[in-house]
């Protein structure tokens, strides 16, 4: 069983990304490949791809609802870091509801999170 977001992809291509520009410099430590960022104000610059209504960000790669990842998972936007899977840790989210309703896909439930025996599932870590 892999983690379902590996299947889903829907809130990279539901959300805008926004986050301080600082996560793209990486003199300040910032570890976003600013080539993958566009500037939306003097504060914060968006994941490329996701300022338009058919949002789906420059670093979502696979098949939404399918096979999905962040190419750049270990180093993603806080923001992203933020997003909470329904379920994951026992309780719904709102956020992965309406973006997994906006491709079409049935909500995840506590089921999707139980393991076999012997099943190497491991939860993607919530930090970079």
Same mark, same amino acid.
Request: glycine share 8%.
């Given at each position: 069983?892999?983690?379902? &977001?590996?299947? &889903?992809?829907?809130? &990279?291509?539901?959300?805008?990304? @926004?986050? +301080? ?12 490949? @600013? ?5 939306? *104000? ?43 899977? @329904? ?13 997994? +309703? @906006? +491709? ?14 012997? *099943? *190497? ?8």
């Amino acid at each position: 069983m892999s983690h379902p &977001c590996l299947r &889903c992809g829907a809130c &990279c291509a539901h959300f805008r990304v @926004a986050f +301080h520009w600082s996560e793209a410099d990486p003199f300040l430590g910032g570890t976003v490949p @600013a080539e993958l960022t566009e500037k939306l *104000d003097p504060h914060r610059v968006v994941m490329r791809g996701t300022q338009s209504r058919s949002s789906h960000c420059v670093a979502l790669e696979g098949t939404i609802g399918k096979a999905a990842g962040c190419s750049i998972h270990a180093i993603k936007p806080s923001v992203c870091r933020q997003v909470e899977p @329904a379920w994951e840790f026992g309780r719904p989210s709102a956020q992965c509801e309406k973006a997994r +309703h @906006a +491709h079409g896909l049935v909500p995840l439930t506590p089921e999707d999170w139980q393991r076999p025996p012997g *099943d *190497d599932f491991r939860p993607l870590p919530r930090s970079a």
